[in-house]
């Protein structure tokens, strides 16, 4: 399956909405801890969600940077770049 | 067998062409599998690559190596050379270099090593603390040694002799060297497997996915089994976290029959693992499923079992552990085969007279934990567990009346429910001593609480190049713990940390069972609750502050909030929490493992910087960055992404 950018960012916000605490609002610039109260125990909890969704490994590295979904999405964008797999 | 080293256990083991080290690998299939008999030439060629290195017997070697195959070997052939490997956790990658370059120097400087062994990556990072250890002669990237070919020219190891240095956090001060012996991991190791857990040589099988740079992961899995011949399936610690079922898919594949992990790592399985990711599982050769590391709740716990039960997972396979790193690992475990053990005692008693005193057989029962008004909450334990500090308990408050809301204590009494972490190991002594008796002269009784102290041979020298320090350590010879607690009929029983302790009226009242209450009421967030005691403003008693935080901004709803949580408090507790504040999701201080830091919340609070929104975090992030390198189980609970401590 190939993606977009904008289908991208639709399903990532669809995957932070399921795990943001209620009541956030989950925006691309939302930071995680701070905007969605997920804790970094849950952070490993919506990679493995989005592994297996972009059907990607997220090494730990890529993640040393992130900050916002914003930082998630291009995280995910490159890699599937990578293999060919996003278009536009 | 008399003791022996642990170079003497690796050259032993190697007999064995059957048994050794496994490693699993995240990103493909392949499972590289040592035996004993390769673990003692690899590790004999790092050893002589080390030696060639320039160093000799009693250097100190800094190891910062985020690949378990390479740790493992490093760290092992180091010893061999008798040279003295100093396990440091690699960067976490948050983004803030500063504070962890600013820890690792400590390290490096403070234990004088010579040379660090790293990987590429991270040797690119360290040029600042190359430049500031003026003893620290090289850093050299493991990458090159993998296919050293050097001899490992023999050198004699004695039981005396230091094996490592463990840096450890302290809760107020910098990481400090807990300086081992082969003769205290030798007698830590018969401890453990022998009396503890009663191994069978060669048989059992571990399964870890424990860091290496801490005492669990690294005595327990990594030194422990050479001296039995186990076989062990190593996972790495990022993998458990993100998918807690690789764990249990292990235990299954390789048939492992001993595993350890702190409380949460037991409620991440709960809450994480899928009922369609179980199919398959078959944990019924698990029968040792420690639990340690950090305060151990019992409903965790059963609720694992009730969850994997139907695969095969046994009740009895759990062994509540207490121990520290200045005990190389281990203090006390419950009986292998027992399941968890608890003790029902008396709030009052407790809390009045710090007395623990058996609870009458229930009229009503200490379970369920939480009223029955919310019976979701038992259902959905907290993770990351809460309570702060090395004590393992399980406190829970139960047997009130949700309907009592009058001042003073409840109409029925409150007890406590405690896990028993079972006797001393042969040959070592735990009593608990009143925090004051500065030469320990005067054990208390039975059931008498005070702070746990420990001698016997598996207690640490001291901390290394720092006199003071242990001095401080070791009242009249015996090492304290900082745990309070208690012995009945021999077990002991942790109750706290003793610097936490809050003092109302004379009476001694745990954080965490104030905080446990707290977040029974909805709306509060589990787990993200603090309580302390302070004596500003007015300096004339001790005031009980509560803070938690919430996702709900309505300042209307804070204020009902906050009487529900006054309310819960005063129910079960009888205790009248003086200020309730609330704040904003991760508004409050953690520690690196995650687990909260009440003295740090009380200064914040004190300093009148709690509520100034940007956040505790905020003002304390090098302090939390000290925090994080102190801790070396840190490292797998928040290595990543804007963890919680870093906001």
Same mark, same amino acid.
């Given at each position: ?18 795990? +943001? ?68 | ?76 052939? %180091? ?68 296919? +050293? ?281 735990? &009593? ?28 640490? &020298? ?10 401080? +350590? ?13 012995? %009945? ?51 004339? &008693? ?73 956040? %505790? ?31």
């Amino acid at each position: 399956m190939t993606w977009t950018r904008d289908s991208v960012r639709t399903e990532l916000l669809k995957v932070f909405r399921r795990h +943001a605490e209620d009541g956030a609002d989950v925006t691309e610039g939302s930071r995680l801890v701070a905007d969605l109260g997920i804790d970094s125990l849950g952070v490993m909890e919506v990679i493995a969600d989005l592994e297996d969704k972009f059907h990607l490994h997220i090494p730990d590295e890529a993640l040393r940077e992130v900050d916002t979904i914003r930082d998630v999405a291009t995280a995910v964008e490159s890699r599937l770049q990578n293999d060919g797999r996003l278009e536009g | 067998m008399s003791l022996r080293t642990v170079v003497q256990a690796i050259e032993d083991a190697a007999a064995s062409t059957k048994t050794g080290y496994r490693f699993v690998d995240e990103t493909n299939d392949a499972e590289p599998f040592f035996t004993h008999a390769g673990v003692e030439r690899q590790s004999a060629r790092f050893g002589g690559a080390l030696q060639a290195l320039g160093a000799k017997k009693g250097d100190r070697v800094a190891l910062i190596l985020p690949d378990n195959t390479d740790f493992v070997f490093a760290f092992l052939g %180091a010893i061999r050379a008798g040279i003295v490997p100093v396990p440091i956790y690699p960067p976490t990658g948050l983004g803030k270099l500063a504070g962890y370059l600013e820890n690792t120097l400590h390290i490096v400087d403070k234990s004088g090593a010579k040379l660090c062994l790293t990987s590429t990556e991270i040797k690119r990072m360290l040029g600042s603390v190359q430049a500031k250890a003026p003893r620290l002669e090289k850093v050299v990237a493991v990458e090159t040694l993998r296919a +050293a070919r050097e001899e490992l020219r023999p050198v004699k190891v004695d039981l005396d002799d230091v094996a490592f240095l463990q840096f450890t956090s302290g809760s107020t001060s910098r990481p400090k060297g807990v300086v081992l012996t082969h003769g205290n991991l030798a007698a830590n190791v018969r401890a453990i497997m022998e009396q503890g857990l009663a191994a069978r040589d060669g048989v059992d099988s571990g399964v870890s996915w424990l860091p290496l740079y801490h005492d669990m992961g690294l005595i327990g899995f990594v030194i422990a089994p050479l001296y039995h011949r186990n076989t062990v399936t190593f996972l790495p610690p990022l993998l458990f976290l993100k998918r807690p079922v690789r764990w249990l898919e292990t235990l299954t594949r390789h048939r492992g029959s001993i595993s350890f992990g702190p409380n949460f790592a037991y409620a991440l399985c709960v809450k994480r693992i899928r009922e369609s990711e179980m199919e398959g599982l078959d944990l019924s050769s698990w029968r040792i499923a420690g639990c340690g590391a950090e305060p151990i709740r019992a409903e965790n716990l059963r609720a694992f079992a009730d969850k994997f039960r139907s695969v095969g997972f046994s009740d009895r396979a759990f062994v509540s552990c207490y121990g520290m790193a200045e005990s190389t690992l281990a203090i006390a475990f419950s009986r292998a085969g027992a399941g968890v053990k608890t003790d029902v005692v008396l709030g009052e008693s407790l809390w009045s007279k710090g007395l623990a005193e058996a609870a009458p057989p229930p009229a009503v029962t200490p379970r369920p934990a939480i009223p029955p008004a919310t019976p979701s909450a038992s259902a959905a334990p907290s993770v990351p567990a809460v309570d702060e500090g090395k004590g393992e308990r399980g406190a829970v408050v139960g047997g009130r009346d949700p309907n009592n809301t009058t001042e003073g204590p409840p109409e029925r009494p409150s007890t406590i429910e405690i896990v028993q972490c079972g006797p001393a190991f042969d040959g070592h002594e735990v &009593r608990a001593f009143a925090v004051d008796d500065d030469d320990s002269a005067h054990p208390l009784g039975d059931r008498q609480v005070g702070e746990l102290r420990l001698r016997g041979p598996s207690v640490m &020298r001291g901390y290394f190049d720092d006199d003071e320090l242990t001095r401080l +350590a070791f009242p009249g010879g015996w090492l304290r713990t900082g745990d309070l607690g208690y012995l %009945a009929d021999g077990n002991v029983h942790i109750c706290g940390r003793s610097k936490e302790v809050i003092i109302v009226n004379g009476r001694n009242y745990y954080p965490q069972d104030l905080e446990w209450e707290a977040g029974t009421v909805p709306g509060v967030r589990r787990g993200n609750v603090i309580a302390f005691g302070t004596m500003k403003p007015h300096n004339d &008693r001790e005031r009980v502050v509560l803070v938690f935080e919430t996702a709900v901004v309505d300042p209307a709803e804070h204020i009902r909030l906050k009487g529900e949580v006054r309310k819960a408090v005063q129910q079960s507790v009888g205790l009248t929490v003086d200020d309730v504040v609330a704040v904003a999701s991760g508004v409050l201080p953690k520690t690196s493992s995650g687990k909260l830091q009440r003295a740090k919340t009380r200064e914040a609070y004190e300093n009148g910087i709690l509520l100034g929104r940007s956040s %505790a975090r905020e003002v304390d992030r090098l302090e939390v960055l000290k925090e994080l390198a102190k801790s070396q189980i840190g490292y797998f609970r928040h290595a990543l992404v804007g963890s919680r401590d870093e906001e």
